[in-house]
């Protein structure tokens, strides 16, 4: 059974930078779909980021566009994402998320990780 385990998070001011990782474990990571969601205090979960099997699509939520990089190392079974000029409003837990095809995981009905916290101070 695949596990998918977050790191990277933490507390970082605002206009900083964070990595996200997230590791499979358990089984290969090649052929699963990823992406990233969040969920701020009081809020729904939302989706941040996804990228296909192949790599070669790629969506974000408008709200991060511009400031966040998905990508992944299948060699090394994990996802990573990178957070660039982080506002206060990106605190949130960040999940990560994988599926057979890349609308699963946009559409939120993939597999989850136990997510990490972000934290932003203005």
């Known amino acids: 059974q695949v596990q998918w385990v977050e790191s990277g998070g933490g507390l970082v001011q605002a206009g900083g930078s964070l990595r996200l990782s997230c590791a499979a474990s358990?089984?290969?990571?090649?052929?699963?779909?990823m992406g990233w969601f969040r969920q701020a205090p009081g809020k729904e979960r939302e989706f941040v980021a996804g990228?296909?099997?192949?790599?070669?699509?790629?969506h974000y939520a408008d709200s991060v566009k511009g400031r966040f990089t998905i990508s992944r190392a299948d060699a090394m079974n994990t996802v990573y994402l990178q957070m660039n000029n982080l506002k206060p409003e990106d605190t949130a837990v960040y999940y990560c998320?994988?599926?057979?095809?890349?609308?699963?995981?946009?559409?939120?009905?993939?597999?989850w990780g136990h997510g990490t916290q972000v934290t932003v101070s203005s």
């Open positions: 990228i296909s099997t192949s790599g070669g699509s790629i």
């Open positions: 358990g089984r290969t990571f090649i052929g699963y779909a």
């Open positions: 998320a994988a599926g057979p095809a890349l609308t699963v995981v946009v559409n939120g009905a993939g597999a």
